[in-house]
């Protein structure tokens, strides 16, 4: 079982970027396909982005694309999430997981073994 730890979140203004880290435990890390999920109050957890085992293939949710990427160091047992041109619609839980369904799929139900979240807040 693969435990996950996110880290990298804080406060920071509307226009500016963060990098998040989601560092995994267990040498089978290189294994997985991963994804980045966001929760914010009052809301349903939400898909955000998945990388492929070997970093080659991404996908995104729309409300992200050009602005979010991921990425990963499997060397480093970790995954990233580079966020730039953030807007107080960001504000969140984000949380990485690891997707045991098809590739591709945005459903959190697919994904499992999730980190315990970093808060990311952004102000007007």
């Known amino acids: 079982q693969v435990q996950l730890v996110e880290s990298g979140g804080g406060l920071v203004q509307a226009g500016a970027s963060l990098r998040l880290s989601c560092a995994a435990s267990?040498?089978?890390?290189?294994?997985?396909?991963m994804g980045w999920f966001r929760q914010a109050p009052g809301k349903e957890r939400e898909f955000v982005a998945a990388?492929?085992?070997?970093?080659?293939?991404?996908y995104y949710a729309d409300s992200v694309k050009g602005r979010l990427t991921i990425s990963r160091v499997n060397a480093k047992n970790t995954v990233y999430l580079q966020m730039n041109s953030l807007n107080p619609e960001d504000t969140a839980v984000y949380y990485c997981?690891?997707?045991?369904?098809?590739?591709?799929?945005?459903?959190?139900?697919?994904?499992?073994?999730w980190g315990q979240g970093t808060q990311v807040t952004v102000s007007s």
């Open positions: 990388i492929s085992w070997t970093g080659s293939n991404t």
């Open positions: 267990g040498r089978a890390f290189s294994n997985y396909n």
């Open positions: 997981a690891v997707l045991r369904g098809r590739f591709g799929s945005s459903s959190y139900h697919d994904y499992d073994s």
